[in-house]
C-alpha cells in the first residue's frame, strides 16, 4: 500500500525562556536572556496508509499537538522529512490545506455567527467545491445524522455537543484525503460520543479517508483505531496493531475471588502461595494478577479452592485503558 | 490577616504585569515618545500666540499639566468594563462570584497591583523627568502630599464609574459602545486632554459640578500650586471625597441590585 | 485546482460580508450602542478641537479650516482600517489564547482570511463624520471644485488609508513575538491622532521618524498639501502613493511572517 502519510526521523525544538518563581524571580525575568531548549517531537519515524484510522496517544504534553501541526504545515520541523499526500506540508501550506481537514479540540473553526449551512457555503467556495459534489456530501451527512435541525442554528447557539459534531462535518465537507482529529469526544456525553464515533467510522468507510485521531479516551481507541501509535516525552513508544498490543498485555489476567473473613489477611497468605502473581485486596473481593505465561487461572483457582471456601469469582481481561496506562508508567519492555 | 488576603492580589497583579517584558519595555518608551510628542505640538500652539499665558498657564503650566495627566491616564485607565463585560459574556463571572470576598473588592484588589507597577514605572519617571526638563517647575513641597491624597480619591472615582458602566454589561452585549462612550466623557470633561482652563466659562461651571473633573483636573491643580490656600485644598479635596463615597455607594448598589435581578430571572 | 485570483478572493469576502450583515442586524441593540459610542467620539473630537481653537487662532501658520481639514481628511482616511481591518484588534487574543491556529488550516490566504472574518459598519459613521468636515473646510476655504482636484482627493485619501492599514497591521502583527501586544497597538493609536497636525511643528528627528518610520505624517499632512497649499508641493506628496503602497506591502509581508512564524501555544 501506497503510503499517504510519511514521517521520517523528524524532530522539533522550542527554545523557552526560564521562568523563576516569586516577585523578585520575576523582576529578574525581566533582563534574562536565561533559555532552554525543549525537545517537544523526538526522532519520530511513521508510514500511514490510505484509509486507515490510527490512534495517536500519549499523556499530556507527549507532543502530540505538536505532531499534528508539523503534519497540517503550522509547524516547521527543526529536523526531518514530512510528506503528506506528496506534500511537503510546511512549504505548500495551501496547497496542504487543500487535502486535509482539521477539528482541533474545543476551538470551533466554524464562523460563530453564523448558520452552520452558511458556514458551509462560504467553504465550498473557498475549497472550489463543485455543486454536485457538495449536494452529494450534504445528502450523505443526511444519511448519517440528522442535520437538518443543526443548518439554520448559529454555531454560537449550539451545545458542545452539536458543535463538534458541525466541526467534523465541515472537516470533511470537502472530500479531504487525511483528517486530522484532536480529541473530538472532549466533554461530551456517552450518547454524542457514540455518534460521533459512528460518524466516523461511516465517513471513513464510505470516504475512505485516512484519519489520524488523539484522544485520551480509549472508548474513541476501541471503536474506532486497529493501529494506534503510543509517544511520550516526544518519543515514540509504539506503532502497531491494538490487538498487537493486547496480546502483549493480553497475557495478563486478574482473577477477583470472594472469600469469608479478613481479605487482607488472606491477601498476605495467598502472597505466599502464589510468588509468581501480585495479589491485592480491597473491601469485597482478593484480587489476584495472573502471568498466563508463567501460569494458567485455572491452575491458580484449583489451588486456592483446596484451601479456601469460595463464594464468588470474577475474571477480567486487561482493558485497553489499562495496557496505556501501564505504558505511560513504564514504557514498552 | 485579613488584609493579607487583599496583599495576595496586588502581589499577583505586579508579578502577572511583569510577565510581558517586551509589552513593558514598549509601555515605557511608548509613553516617552509621546511625551516628547506633545512637547512638540504646544510649542507650536503657544508660539503662535502672542503673550506668554493663556487661561492663566504658561507653555510650562499646560505642558506639565498635560505629561502628567497622561501619565495618570496609564494607570488610570484599567480596561474594567472590558474584563468584567467579558467575563460576564464567557460565564466566567460564576468563578469570581463565589471568592470569598465581594466582587467589587475582589476586583478593585485585584488591580491594586497593576496600580503599583504603572505608578513606579511610568508616573514616577515621568514626574522626575518633568521635574528635570522643566527646571523645577514643579512645586516640591506640602502640595505633594494633598496631590498624593487626591490621587488616591480619584483612583476610587475612577474605579467606581468604570465599575458603574462594567455593570451596565450585565444588560447589553455591547461592550465596545459602551466602554467608548465612558472614554470620551471622562476624558474630555475630566480635562485630561486639554485643561479645564481653557475650557468656555459657561461649560466650565457645569463641568465643576460633575465627578469627572475630581480625576485629572483636582489632583493636578493641586500639584501644580506650590502654597495653595487650605481653602482651596480643603474644597477640592472635599468634593473629591464626596464624590468617591456617593460613587461607591452607587456603584456597590447598582451592582448588587442588578445581579439580584439577573440571578433571579436567569441569566 | 483553479487559479485562486483577485475575483476568487473578492466573491469570498461578499458572502462573508453579507452574512455578517446579517447577523449583526439581528443584535438590533448592540448596533446602535456602538453607533452612538462612535457618534460620541466623534462629537467629543470636535469639542476638544473647538475649545483649542477658540484660544488659539492657528497654529504654525496653519489656520483653523486648514486644521479642520486636515482633521476631515483623518477621518476619511482612517474609514477603511476600521471596516474592513478592524479584526486586528483581536489578533493578540486570538494568539494567545492559542485560537489563531484555526485560521492556518484553510487553502486560502491567512491575512486574507483572518481580516475577512470582521467587518465593522461603525466606520461608515466615522466616514460621515468625515466628510462632512472635509466638505465644511473645503467650502469654507474657498478651494474651488474640479475633476482633477477630486480625482486628487480620492487617490491621496486612498493613499492616507493604506498608510493607515499598514501601521495597524504591523502594530497588531507584533503579538506574534511579544504576546501582549495591546500596548503597542494603543501607542500607534495614540500617535494617530496626532496625524492631524502638520509635521512641521516638529523638530527635525521627529519630522524624519514621523515620515520614513512611523510614516503618520503621510495620514494626512503630506497629501493634504497637494490641495491645500498647491503652490509648494513637496516631492513626498507626489510619490506618497508609491509610500503607502510599499508601507503596506511591508505591513503585509511583516504579518505573514509573524503569523507563519507562530507556534500556537499549549494543546
Redesign the interface.
Known amino acids: 500500500m501506497e503510503p499517504i502519510i510519511e514521517i521520517k526521523n523528524v524532530v522539533k525544538e522550542f527554545k523557552v525562556l526560564n521562568r523563576h518563581e516569586g516577585l523578585k524571580g520575576s523582576i529578574r525575568d525581566l533582563f534574562s536572556r536565561d533559555y532552554k531548549i525543549v525537545r517537544a517531537v523526538d526522532n519520530i519515524s511513521m508510514q500511514i496508509g490510505q484509509g486507515e484510522i490510527v490512534g495517536y496517544l500519549g499523556p499530556n504534553g507527549a507532543g502530540k499537538s505538536t505532531t499534528i501541526k508539523m503534519m497540517t504545515g503550522v509547524l516547521e520541523p527543526t529536523s526531518g522529512e514530512i510528506l503528506v499526500g506528496g506534500n511537503v506540508p510546511y512549504r505548500n501550506r495551501t496547497k496542504n490545506a487543500q487535502e486535509i481537514g482539521v477539528v482541533f479540540g474545543q476551538r470551533s473553526q466554524l464562523w460563530w455567527a453564523l448558520p452552520l449551512i452558511e458556514s458551509f457555503k462560504i467553504l465550498k467556495d473557498i475549497y472550489q467545491i463543485p455543486d454536485a459534489d457538495y449536494d452529494a456530501m450534504l445528502n450523505f451527512y443526511q444519511s448519517l445524522v440528522d442535520i437538518e435541525p443543526l443548518l439554520h442554528k448559529p454555531v454560537r447557539q449550539m451545545s458542545l455537543g452539536q458543535r463538534t459534531l458541525s466541526d467534523i462535518l465541515a472537516a470533511f465537507l470537502h472530500n479531504p484525503k487525511i483528517v486530522f482529529l484532536d480529541e473530538p469526544t472532549i466533554g461530551l456525553d456517552v450518547s454524542m460520543k457514540a455518534k460521533i464515533r459512528t460518524l466516523i467510522h461511516a465517513l471513513n468507510e464510505q470516504k475512505h479517508t485516512t484519519v489520524i485521531l488523539t484522544t485520551h479516551d480509549m472508548g474513541d481507541v476501541d471503536a474506532l483505531c486497529r493501529r494506534i501509535v503510543i509517544i511520550d516525552k516526544g518519543k515514540m513508544l509504539y506503532d502497531n496493531d491494538i490487538s498487537h498490543l493486547k496480546q502483549f498485555f493480553g497475557s495478563y489476567r486478574t482473577l477477583k475471588i470472594r472469600i469469608k473473613g479478613d481479605l487482607k489477611q488472606y491477601a498476605e497468605e495467598i502472597t505466599g502461595k502464589l510468588p509468581e502473581c501480585s495479589v491485592s485486596a480491597d473491601d469485597e473481593w482478593v484480587s489476584i494478577l495472573v502471568d498466563e505465561s508463567k501460569s494458567t487461572v485455572m491452575h491458580v483457582l484449583d489451588k486456592l479452592q483446596k484451601d479456601y471456601k469460595i463464594r464468588d469469582m470474577q475474571l477480567e481481561e486487561i482493558s485497553t485503558e489499562e495496557v496505556i496506562k501501564k505504558i505511560y508508567e513504564e514504557g514498552v519492555k | 490577616m485579613k488584609l493579607k488576603k487583599y496583599v495576595t492580589l496586588t502581589?499577583a497583579g505586579?508579578?502577572e504585569s511583569?510577565?510581558?517584558?517586551?509589552?513593558?519595555l514598549?509601555?515605557v518608551i511608548?509613553n516617552l515618545?509621546?511625551l516628547?510628542?506633545t512637547y512638540?505640538?504646544w510649542?507650536?500652539?503657544?508660539?503662535?500666540?502672542d503673550t506668554d499665558v493663556?487661561?492663566g498657564m504658561t507653555f510650562t503650566d499646560t505642558l506639565i499639566y498635560l505629561v502628567l495627566a497622561t501619565a495618570l491616564n496609564g494607570f488610570l485607565e484599567m480596561y474594567l468594563v472590558w474584563d468584567i463585560g467579558r467575563s460576564i459574556q464567557s460565564g466566567k463571572i460564576v468563578l469570581d462570584l463565589l471568592k470569598p470576598m465581594p466582587y467589587r473588592r475582589y476586583l478593585f484588589w485585584s488591580y491594586s497591583g497593576s496600580f503599583a507597577t504603572q505608578f513606579l514605572f511610568t508616573f514616577l519617571p515621568t514626574f522626575i523627568i518633568v521635574s528635570v526638563v522643566t527646571h523645577g517647575a514643579i512645586p516640591l513641597g506640602i502640595n505633594l502630599l494633598w496631590f498624593v491624597l487626591s490621587v488616591v480619591l480619584a483612583i476610587v472615582i475612577n474605579y467606581s464609574i468604570d465599575f458603574i458602566i462594567g455593570t451596565v454589561c450585565l444588560y447589553?452585549?455591547?461592550i465596545?459602545?459602551?466602554?467608548?462612550?465612558k472614554q470620551?466623557?471622562i476624558?474630555?470633561l475630566s480635562g485630561a486632554?486639554?485643561p479645564l482652563a481653557?475650557?468656555?466659562d459657561g461649560?466650565r461651571t457645569v463641568v465643576s459640578y460633575l465627578p469627572f473633573q475630581a480625576i485629572y483636573n483636582a489632583p493636578l491643580s493641586l500639584l501644580l500650586h506650590a502654597d495653595p490656600d487650605m481653602q482651596t485644598v480643603c474644597t477640592t479635596l472635599g468634593l473629591q471625597a464626596f464624590w468617591a463615597f456617593a460613587l461607591t455607594l452607587i456603584s456597590t448598589a447598582f451592582w448588587n441590585r442588578s445581579l439580584r435581578q439577573i440571578t433571579v430571572n436567569g441569566g | 485546482m483553479k487559479q485562486k485570483g483577485f475575483g476568487f478572493y473578492f466573491r469570498i469576502y461578499l458572502k462573508i460580508l453579507a452574512q455578517d450583515l446579517k447577523s449583526k442586524m439581528s443584535y438590533r441593540a448592540d448596533f446602535i450602542i456602538s453607533t452612538i459610542g462612535m457618534i460620541c467620539t466623534n462629537i467629543a473630537g470636535f469639542i476638544s478641537f473647538w475649545i483649542l481653537f477658540r484660544r488659539f487662532p492657528s497654529i504654525n501658520g496653519w489656520g483653523y479650516y486648514e486644521i479642520l481639514f486636515l482633521y476631515g481628511f483623518s477621518l476619511v482616511s482612517l474609514t477603511p482600517v476600521q471596516c474592513f481591518f478592524d479584526n486586528n484588534w483581536s489578533l493578540r487574543q486570538y494568539v494567545y489564547s492559542g485560537d489563531f491556529i484555526k485560521y492556518c488550516f484553510r487553502p486560502i490566504n491567512l491575512f486574507f482570511y483572518f481580516q475577512s472574518e470582521v467587518f465593522d459598519v461603525k466606520g461608515l459613521g466615522q466616514l460621515a463624520f468625515g466628510l462632512g468636515t472635509l466638505i465644511f473646510a473645503w467650502v469654507k476655504l474657498g478651494l474651488g471644485c474640479s475633476v482633477l482636484m477630486i480625482l486628487k482627493m480620492i487617490v491621496f485619501l486612498l493613499t492616507a488609508s493604506l498608510i493607515m492599514i499598514s501601521l495597524q497591521n504591523a502594530a497588531a502583527a507584533t503579538c506574534f513575538w511579544i504576546q501582549n501586544s495591546f500596548y503597542v497597538m494603543d501607542f500607534v493609536n495614540r500617535f494617530r491622532d496626532y496625524a492631524k497636525y502638520p509635521v512641521t511643528i516638529f523638530n527635525k528627528g521627529f519630522r524624519f521618524i514621523f515620515t520614513f518610520i512611523m510614516p503618520i505624517a503621510f495620514i494626512a499632512y503630506y497629501p493634504s498639501l497637494v490641495i491645500l497649499r498647491p503652490d509648494a508641493v513637496p516631492l513626498l506628496s507626489w510619490i506618497s502613493p508609491l509610500i503607502g503602497i510599499l508601507f503596506f506591502f511591508l505591513s503585509y509581508k511583516f504579518w505573514m511572517f509573524g503569523a507563519l512564524k507562530y507556534s500556537g501555544t499549549g494543546s
Do not use: C, D, H
Not at chain 2, 44 to 49: D, E, G, L, Q
Not at chain 2, 176 to 181: L, S
Open positions: 502581589r505586579i508579578i511583569l510577565q510581558f517584558r517586551m509589552s513593558f514598549i509601555m511608548g515618545l509621546y516628547t510628542v512638540f505640538l510649542k507650536a500652539i503657544y508660539a503662535s500666540v493663556v487661561n447589553t452585549e455591547s465596545w459602545g459602551i466602554n467608548i462612550m470620551v466623557v476624558l474630555l486632554t486639554i481653557f475650557f468656555p461649560l
